[in-house]
Structures are given as structure tokens and as C-alpha cells.
T-cell receptor, first 110, second 113 residues
Framework: GENVEQHPSTLSVQEGDSAVIKCTYS??????FPWYKQELGKRPQLIID?????GEKKDQRIAVTLNKTAKHFSLHITETQPEDSAVYFC?????????FGTGTRLLVSP | DAGVIQSPRHEVTEMGQEVTLRCKPI?????LFWYRQTMMRGLELLIY????????DSGMPEDRFSAKMPNASFSTLKIQPSEPRDSAVYFC???????????FGDGTRLSIL
């Protein structure tokens, strides 16, 4: 089955800096890769997703890139703000269930 | 759109008691997922349904856990008997089909004393 690894587990940046979170997956059949943001005490919320037929997708300050050959994908947040502080989860899926990474705690300091 | 609705939001009960968690998926969504989240184990998929049929229950930790989906708008996760190590936040999520964005409910914070 699918296995998704995520790193780093924690990431501290200064406000205005960029943040990058990386994930790798094992199943070459996986074709759907969402990213979720979870604030303390709240539910995970989808922030961006990408399918295997594209290499990059952007939505304002966030972007996701996918390298199918290397089986890894990354989340990029530019011009970080304190409200970006949260736990971010990547996930991968073929035609079956989503498998989540272990999460990255992002702390953006003012 | 009301989103995925879970109840109760919080549950505190004593070891050995039966616990029932409830979920109403988004109308029109055909796939429903139950997750458990703890600090130690992260976000774990327990079971998921497609068109009300359980597809994969390999994440259900023990026979004490059971889940049902009697119709397209309601699902339950039951723990009987409950144990302190079952304490966690339980999330329900739904999606149009399996390989589509999942929308999470607000979760049930379960504490077993």
C-alpha cells in the first residue's frame, strides 16, 4: 500500500520568509495529492491539491509542485504571516484511500 | 452547505462504557471516512465507506470498534467496551467519490477515564 513520508516535523520561520514542506510517496499509481492545514483544536482543512497530470499549481501565496519520477511533492508558502502558523499535512491517493503524512508544525514569528 | 456534522463535540465517559459517535456527511457525497487523531500516532484512517458499503476497515484497531452507515446521510462509530487508550479526537470526513477532496467535520474529542 501507499506510504507517505513528510519532513520536516517542525519548521520555524520569520514573518515574510518562505516555507517549504516536502513529502515523498511510495506507490507510483498514486495520482492525487492534497495538502491540509490544521489549526490548534480545529479540523483539517484542504488548502490546495494537485493531480499527477500537472507539475505545479498555485493559489495566491501557496503553491504545490509534483515530481512523479522522484515520487515527491512539496508545499511552498511565500511571504509567510503569523496566521500561517499551524500543522500542515500532505497526503497521497491512487484510486483508494488517502494516506496522510505525519504533519509539519509551522511556526511563523512576527 | 452545512458541511460534515459530527456529534457529540466532546464526550467524557468511564472505562467500559459504550461510546457512539455520529456523523452526517455533506449531501451528495458518496464516500465517508472515519479518522482518529492522537499526538503519538497522528491522523489514522479507521474505516471508509463508498455508497454506504464498508470498503476498507483495516485501520479499525480492535473488535471493540465497529462502524455502520445505514443510509447516505448518517454513519456511526461505536466503541464497546471503551478503554482509556481510546482517548483521541475522532474525525469524520466525506467526499464526492474516494479520490476527491475530503471535507472534515469538527471532530469529537473523546476522553475515557
Amino acid at each position: 500500500g501507499e506510504n507517505v513520508e513528510q519532513h520536516p516535523s517542525t519548521l520555524s520561520v520569520q514573518e515574510g520568509d518562505s516555507a517549504v514542506i516536502k513529502c515523498t510517496y511510495s506507490d507510483s499509481a498514486s495520482n492525487y495529492f492534497p495538502w491540509y492545514k490544521q489549526e490548534l483544536g480545529k479540523r483539517p482543512q484542504l488548502i490546495i491539491d494537485i493531480r499527477s497530470n500537472v507539475g505545479e499549481k498555485k493559489d495566491q501565496r501557496i503553491a504545490v509542485t509534483l515530481n512523479k519520477t522522484a515520487k515527491h511533492f512539496s508545499l511552498h508558502i511565500t511571504e509567510t504571516q503569523p496566521e500561517d502558523s499551524a500543522v500542515y499535512f500532505c497526503a497521497g491517493s491512487g484510486f483508494q484511500k488517502l494516506v496522510f503524512g505525519t504533519g509539519t508544525r509551522l511556526l511563523v514569528s512576527p | 452547505d452545512a458541511g460534515v456534522i459530527q456529534s457529540p463535540r466532546h464526550e467524557v465517559t468511564e472505562m467500559g462504557q459504550e461510546v457512539t459517535l455520529r456523523c452526517k456527511p455533506i449531501s451528495g457525497h458518496n464516500s465517508l471516512f472515519w479518522y482518529r487523531q492522537t499526538m503519538m500516532r497522528g491522523l489514522e484512517l479507521l474505516i471508509y465507506f463508498n455508497n454506504n458499503v464498508p470498503i476498507d476497515d483495516s485501520g479499525m484497531p480492535e473488535d471493540r470498534f465497529s462502524a455502520k452507515m445505514p443510509n447516505a446521510s448518517f454513519s456511526t462509530l461505536k466503541i464497546q467496551p471503551s478503554e482509556p487508550r481510546d482517548s483521541a479526537v475522532y474525525f469524520c470526513a466525506s467526499s464526492l467519490v474516494v479520490n476527491q477532496p475530503q471535507h472534515f467535520g469538527d471532530g469529537t474529542r473523546l476522553s475515557i477515564l
